[in-house]
């Protein structure tokens, strides 16, 4: 690429005209509100690489001149044209906008756009200034995103320069705003923005007004007062305690205990004074400015902590000095004087009266106090063990300033003071508690600093510990299967491995299942009572309480059953006696109206406690069968309610057809496992509550619940322990006249139910799901047989087998009995081969059992067929 010259320049000045003409062209609006992007100008660099080849190495540092010198050119052309506030001025945005855009694509320096900012912001006043800020502001994001390291340091020049144009009294927004760029565009952990030399801001010099002393009658001589060491040199002309010359009475650390607060006037210099330490703390170096703080301090407390302050004002206006320090002139302030404080003597009271202001002071105080202390021994000798690079930044260590051991001591008796005074009040506790936190942030920072402000960049995460966390998330968020142990259910594997015999026995004892007797509490709760009054101490009589109220809230709950008119006479809760007594009426539970006129039998529990689980097709009788039965043994027996989205109907009501639930209340509990099954029927949810069946099991009754065959599939796959039985109609013809009789179905649903029944009973026949098939043929004969079955656990004649009750599905009991069993069964079969004769069987209406399937029933089995 030998031979780059002018001609090469011009060139490219011409495509970067054409550029700036298209862009011009693009879009009339303000462009420093709108980025122009690189397809509006429809950007292909083939010109670029026309002129300059496909440069690499040296040769691209040669198109990197080039294209400077050229936008440089165009730079300065419309800048000697037109002013910032001109419309034509918008060329100059457009123009930075495309060198972004060739930074990014690497075609020029990355750092060309921010040395034209710097450039830009030296040729404009302070108000041009701002609009260059907005055109910065507005594509912080794009033009900081790449290439950052090759920027910063044009962006950190050209933002100090500004601020140090601006004044920060006059023009605070706008310092604002600079260093907001600033803290957005670099990386929190950043060092070239850090005051790693731990510099104080000198600059900012608290003047105040210089009083007459008390005794004067010269009148107001004006006079000054500076806080720097210049003039602390200088010995103070007034008898107005200074910094230099502490007053002795304020030493030590009784401050706050026995010093009176000094009058309003007195205080005043001393306490603006204080500003020279709480603004550059290095001056605490010296002995005699420590001095002075102490005092200074003190006396700030003395007063603050005075039920005073709002009254000791001073009247007398003409003892009031006239002049400010240096003889500055109202000028000169406003060059120099920070807008921190009102240090007007007029204004003292007001101030020191104001809980914000105190607060305001206080806090710088704790900040010193704080520097102060980490210069301690205690601190050094922490620091010392710390680890700490090999490098240290020294400038925050001052490893040549100790404080003694008795200025830590007053330190931290005064923070404690500080403290204390600042949690006083409404919010105090929640003020200081914030305090508290930047001042810890603080001594991080500066811990950071001595570390010479390690990255706090922590690393990327890799794509394997994301898909790592991506599955456990999964895994633990996604709806779970049913637990093979229902929670809080124990696990009774161990019985099977060791003396099984005897852990079965063990189960068989009565005690286990039976509800106690109520006289078996009385002795036990005579015995708590004695406990009660011989106990020793708080311990074990609170011990024997706790005992006590068990025993009697379990003795209250048998009771309940049959002697709930002695409640009645219980007039205080330790004192249960009555409900052991014998001569006492006992009230009948009421099951319902018409009670006496049913056959209903005294509590006959079956033995075989577990739930019992009835499916069936819609209409072959479940619902009148367990009606039966639990009128029949209402003791024995609790009808399970399924959870409902689907709406009441009128004749239906919560609680009693059914538990009618939100969608949303529906999923809380679907979604806390909380369903034994559930399932969707027309668009409507219905669901078998654990709790539900746990609180009939709770009340000694065994739990009836009625559900379709997938619930079944469900409480099975949960190995949910039941009894499951199956009710099938004696046919197709008599099933659909039940649902006929229902009343209530169209034709249309009869049909789809017909054909649902049929893939149920086809199912029922193939699988080992049900423990018992019972045909409702004639209605009383089938309800003998399921009381037979239930609490005898005797087969009803209808099924093939009955499966052990420990969940043990290849073990056959017995053998199918009846004409309408058509084929033994082949105990061992896999779960795969049931499922996969189950498919065929629903799949094909001309399936017929094979040799090895379940019980069937072949009378359905036929009208199946026929269907
Ligand atoms: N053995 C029977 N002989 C004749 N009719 C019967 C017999 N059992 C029940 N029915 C009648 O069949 C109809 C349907 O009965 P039921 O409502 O109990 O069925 P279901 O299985 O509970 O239906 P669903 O599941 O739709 O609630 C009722 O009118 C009932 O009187």
Redesign the pocket.
């Known amino acids: 690429m030998a031979g780059l010259g002018v001609e090469v320049v011009d060139a490219f000045a011409e495509y970067l005209r054409a550029l700036l003409d298209k862009a011009e062209a693009v879009n009339q609006v303000d462009r420093i509100e709108v980025p122009l992007t690189k397809s509006e100008l429809d950007i292909s660099y083939e010109p670029i690489r026309n002129i300059f080849g496909s440069a690499t190495g040296e040769d691209k540092k040669r198109q990197y001149a080039v294209i400077e010198t050229a936008v440089r050119d165009a730079f300065n052309s419309v800048l000697a044209s037109t002013t910032i506030d001109s419309p034509a001025f918008s060329r100059l945005w457009n123009l930075l906008d495309i060198v972004s855009i060739f930074s990014d694509d690497e075609q020029c320096e990355p750092a060309l756009l921010f040395w034209l900012v710097e450039e830009l912001l030296d040729s404009q006043t302070i108000a041009g200034c701002r609009k260059v800020f907005d055109y910065l502001e507005s594509r912080r994001e794009r033009i900081t995103a790449k290439h950052f390291s090759q920027k910063n340091l044009a962006i950190l020049r050209s933002c100090n320069d500004l601020l140090r144009r601006l004044s920060r009294a006059e023009d605070t927004a706008f310092c604002g705003r600079v260093f907001m760029f600033m803290f957005q565009s670099f990386p929190l952990g950043e060092r070239s923005t850090v005051n790693l030399r731990g510099e104080y801001h000198t600059e900012n010099v608290t003047t105040f007004e210089v009083l007459p002393p008390a005794d004067s009658s010269a009148g107001t001589e004006a006079e000054q007062m500076d806080l720097d060491e210049e003039s602390a040199a200088k010995p103070a002309s007034k008898p107005i305690p200074s910094i230099q010359e502490p007053p002795s009475t304020a030493r030590g650390v009784t401050f706050s205990k026995t010093d009176a607060p000094m009058s309003a006037d007195e205080l005043y210099p001393i306490f603006w004074s204080l500003q020279t330490y709480l603004n550059q703390p290095k001056k605490l170096f010296n002995q005699t400015s420590f001095g002075a703080f102490k005092t200074g301090i003190e006396a700030t407390m003395a007063m603050f902590k005075s039920p005073q302050i709002n009254h000791n004002g001073r009247s007398d206006e003409s003892k009031r000095g006239t002049k400010r320090k240096r003889s500055q002139s109202d000028d000169d302030l406003a060059n120099a004087f920070n807008p921190k404080y009102l240090t007007s003597r007029d204004l003292f009271e007001l101030e020191i009266s104001d809980l914000s202001f105190r607060r305001n002071i206080l806090v710088q105080v704790l900040i010193v106090l704080d520097f102060l202390l980490s210069l301690s021994a205690k601190a050094k000798e922490k620091l010392a063990k710390a680890k700490l690079p090999d490098n240290p930044n020294k400038s925050v260590m001052y490893a040549d300033q100790v404080l003694g051991d008795e200025d830590s001591k007053w330190a931290v008796e005064m923070k404690k003071s500080i403290a204390d005074y600042l949690k006083q009040g409404l919010e105090g506790p929640f003020f200081y508690r914030m305090v508290e936190t930047v001042l810890s942030r603080d001594k991080n920072w500066v811990r950071w600093k001595i570390e010479n402000c390690p990255s706090i960049a922590k690393p990327a995460v890799t794509p394997a510990e994301y898909l790592e966390s991506k599955k456990s998330a999964k895994k633990t968020t996604t709806n779970k299967r049913i637990r093979p142990h229902p929670l809080g259910s124990l696990d009774l594997k161990f019985l099977a491995e060791n003396d099984a015999q005897g852990g079965l026995e063990r189960l068989k004892d009565p005690s286990r299942y039976r509800l106690p007797s109520i006289k078996s509490f009385q002795s036990k709760i005579d015995l708590d009572d004695m406990d009660i009054e011989m106990a020793r101490d708080d311990e074990s009589k609170n011990a024997a309480i706790e005992a006590k109220a068990s025993k009697a809230w379990r003795a209250l709950r048998i009771a309940s059953r049959t002697k709930l008119v002695a409640f009645d006479k219980i007039e205080r809760a330790d004192k249960i006696d009555i409900i052991f007594q014998d001569d006492i009426k006992v009230d009948e539970p009421a099951v319902n109206g018409d009670e006496d006129n049913l056959d209903i039998e005294d509590a006959v529990a079956p033995t075989d406690k577990r739930p019992i689980a009835i499916s069936?097709?819609?209409?072959?009788?479940?619902?009148?069968?367990v009606k039966l039965l639990l009128e029949k043994h209402p003791k024995s027996f609790g009808k399970k309610l399924s959870h409902t989205t689907r709406a009441k109907s009128t004749e239906e009501a919560h609680g009693k057809d059914y538990f009618f639930v939100t969608q949303e209340e529906f999923n809380i509990l679907r979604d806390g496992d909380d369903f034994l099954e559930y399932s969707s029927i027309n668009g409507k949810d219905y669901g078998t509550s654990r709790k539900v069946v746990e609180g009939i099991v709770s009340t000694g009754k065994v739990p009836i619940m009625?559900m379709d065959h997938q619930g079944i599939q469900q409480l099975k796959d949960g190995e949910f322990q039941a009894r499951f039985i199956f009710?099938a109609p004696p046919g197709i013809p008599e099933l659909e006249q039940?649902?006929k009789?229902?009343g209530s179905l169209s034709d249309e649903s009869i049909k789809a139910k017909l054909k649902t029944a049929q893939e149920a009973i086809a199912q029922a026949n193939s699988t080992n799901m049900y423990d018992e098939i019972i045909v409702?043929?004639?209605?009383q004969s089938?309800f003998a047989k399921l009381e037979s079955y239930i609490f005898k656990g005797k087969d009803t004649g209808e099924v093939s087998k009955i499966i052990q009750l420990d969940g043990a599905q290849d073990e056959i009991k017995e053998e199918l009995k009846t004409e309408e069993i058509a084929t033994p069964v082949a105990g061992n079969e896999s779960a795969m081969e049931v499922d996969e004769k189950a498919a065929v069987t629903e799949g094909t209406s001309e399936a017929v059992p094979s040799q090895d399937t379940a019980p069937t029933i072949t009378t359905v089995e036929a009208e199946a067929r026929e269907t």
């Open positions: 069936g097709p819609s209409g072959v009788g479940k619902d009148t069968l009625e009710l039940r649902l009789q229902k409702n043929d004639e209605l089938t």
